[in-house]
């Protein structure tokens, strides 16, 4: 089976860009959340997308969006980025069982490493 | 609101000590809890996971964890370390909510093995 796989792995933005992460999820799974990581600190959530929505998120503003797609891929966007966006972004995929609810466990990419500068 | 202590940011062995890691986590329902392992320059893995049942858990690579309700608490433990074993470890509780799943972290602590 295929892990998760990001794209770009490393990008330079300058503050008040855009920037658009790729991810493809793990093989027989339809969720994706993404997780930004600070240096020095733990993931943390920014949203997950089922079924093409999102349905859930985390403290994170407005100008972070996303996408899922019918193959159940999922792109991040942040937009006007603040130097403070500087992070490791984290997909991960799972799989979740029909009504939504349920424990699983999650399989992460690599991440993709953004300087904002 | 949920969150992840992990005690030790930064922990440095030699091989063949014993290793604990603290975790502890604030969350009134049912938790499920997760150590993950981060290897210099690898993604995120899971090393093992507890969703129910016998609180002592085991991993990979010789990991268990244990699992105590009346303390929140999730502890790492591996007898004998290994240089291999030098990576960053985070607890991690998933905490259910209007049908989707949220993995809190913790802040992680950075194990360094010497031979």
């Known amino acids: 089976e295929t892990g998760v796989t990001q794209s770009p792995t490393h990008l330079i933005k300058t503050r008040g860009q855009q920037v658009t992460l790729r991810c493809s999820s793990q093989?027989?799974?339809?969720?994706v959340s993404w997780y930004q990581q600070a240096l020095g600190q733990g993931p943390q959530f920014i949203f997950q997308?089922?079924?093409?929505?999102?349905?859930g998120r985390g403290n994170f503003p407005p100008r972070f969006s996303g996408l899922q797609f019918p193959n159940y891929s999922s792109e991040l966007n942040v937009n006007a980025l603040e130097l403070d966006d500087s992070a490791l972004y984290l997909c991960?995929?799972?799989?979740?069982?029909?009504?939504?609810?349920?424990?699983?466990?999650?399989?992460f990419g690599a991440g993709s490493r953004l300087t904002v500068l | 609101a949920q969150s992840v202590s992990q005690h030790n940011h930064h922990v440095i062995l030699s091989e063949a000590a014993s290793l604990e890691l603290g975790c502890n986590y604030s969350?009134?329902?049912?938790?499920?809890l997760f150590w993950y392992v981060q290897y210099p320059g690898q993604h995120l893995q899971l090393l093992l996971k507890?969703?129910?049942?016998?609180?002592l858990v085991k991993g990979i690579k010789g990991f268990e964890a244990e699992f105590i309700k009346s303390k929140f608490s999730f502890n790492l433990r591996k007898p004998s370390v290994q240089w291999s074993d030098t990576a960053e470890y985070f607890c991690?509780?998933?905490?259910?909510?209007?049908?989707?799943?949220?993995?809190?972290f913790g802040a992680g602590t950075r194990l360094a093995v010497h031979p």
């Open positions: 991960a995929s799972s799989f979740m069982r029909e009504g939504g609810s349920g424990a699983n466990v999650l399989t």
């Open positions: 093989s027989g799974h339809n969720t």
């Open positions: 997308y089922y079924r093409e929505e999102e349905n």
């Open positions: 969350y009134g329902g049912t938790v499920n």
């Open positions: 507890y969703f129910s049942g016998d609180p």
């Open positions: 991690a509780v998933i905490a259910f909510s209007g049908g989707y799943n949220k993995l809190f």
